[in-house]
C-alpha cells in the first residue's frame, strides 16, 4: 500500500455529463500528478501541482479538463462534457521533492467508462 | 527522457526462469530510471530505480542496470514465480518538469 488514495475507484457516466475525481497524496507530499492510462499503453502525463500552484499542463488535458489542488493537499480532476474517447485509467501520483530527487507513488487509479 | 521505448511487449517464462526487460531513452540528461509492476485493475507500483551515478542496483530477486553512454537500462528477474506475472514499465523523467515517460509495457506471463 502505497498511501496515495483515490475516490471513486470506478465511475460510469453516459456521454455528455461531468465527473469529478479526488486524489489523495502521501502525507506531506508537495507534488502530485495526474497520468491517464488507456488498455495496452503506459500512462500518460496529463498534469502536475507543487504544493497547491499547478505548474505544467500536457496538450492531452483539453478545455474540458481542470484540475485543482487548493490547500496543497488533496487534488481534484474534473472532465466536462465528457465523452467516450475520455474512458480511460486516470491514475493519481505523488512525490517529495527534495535535493533534486523525488520519487513518485501511485495510487489505484480510477477508471471511467464513458457510454 | 522525451521518448522510452520498451521491449519486448510481451514475455512468457517457466516458473525458476529469469526475465529480462529492456529500455532505452532518447535524453541523456535523464539521471532517474523507475520501474513499475501492474497487476490488473490496479495502479503501477514502484519496484525498483537506479539513480544515474550507479551502474546497478539489486534488491532479493530484481536487479537493474544502467548504460548511460548507450542510454538503455534493463530489469533483471531472477527465479521468476507465477506472482511476477504483471504487466512491467520503465520510466525515464522529462527533463522539463517532473513528469515521467513510460515505455509502452511489458506483459510478463510466468508459467508454473
Known amino acids: 500500500d502505497t498511501g496515495v488514495s483515490q475516490d471513486p475507484r470506478h465511475k460510469i457516466t453516459k456521454r455528455g455529463q461531468n465527473v469529478t475525481f479526488r486524489c489523495d497524496p502521501i502525507s506531506e507530499h508537495n507534488r502530485l500528478y495526474w497520468y491517464r492510462q488507456t488498455l495496452g499503453q503506459g500512462p500518460e502525463f496529463l498534469t502536475y501541482?507543487?504544493?497547491?500552484?499547478?505548474?505544467?499542463k500536457s496538450r492531452l488535458l483539453s478545455d474540458r479538463f481542470s484540475a485543482e489542488r487548493p490547500k496543497g493537499s488533496f487534488s481534484t480532476l474534473e472532465i466536462q462534457r465528457t465523452e467516450q474517447g475520455d474512458s480511460a485509467m486516470y491514475l493519481c501520483?505523488?512525490?517529495?521533492?527534495?535535493?533534486?530527487?523525488?520519487?513518485?507513488?501511485f495510487g489505484p487509479g480510477t477508471r471511467l467508462l464513458v457510454l | 527522457g522525451e521518448n522510452v521505448e520498451q521491449h519486448p511487449s510481451t514475455l512468457s517464462v517457466q516458473e525458476g526462469d529469469s526475465a529480462v526487460i529492456k529500455c532505452t531513452y532518447s535524453d541523456s540528461a535523464s539521471n532517474y530510471f523507475p520501474w513499475y509492476k501492474q497487476e490488473l485493475g490496479k495502479g503501477p507500483q514502484l519496484i525498483i530505480d537506479?539513480?544515474?551515478?550507479?551502474g546497478e542496483k539489486k534488491d532479493q530477486r530484481i536487479a537493474v542496470t544502467l548504460n548511460k553512454t548507450a542510454k538503455h537500462f534493463s530489469l533483471h528477474i531472477t527465479e521468476t514465480q507465477p506472482e511476477d506475472s504483471a504487466v512491467y514499465f520503465c520510466?525515464?523523467?522529462?527533463?522539463?518538469?517532473?513528469?515521467?515517460?513510460f515505455g509502452q509495457g511489458t506483459e510478463l506471463s510466468v508459467k508454473p
Open positions: 537506479i539513480r544515474s551515478n550507479v
Open positions: 520510466a525515464a523523467p522529462s527533463t522539463k518538469g517532473g513528469k515521467l515517460i
Open positions: 501520483a505523488s512525490s517529495v521533492m527534495g535535493l533534486n530527487q523525488e520519487t513518485q507513488y
Open positions: 501541482f507543487q504544493n497547491e500552484a499547478q505548474l505544467e
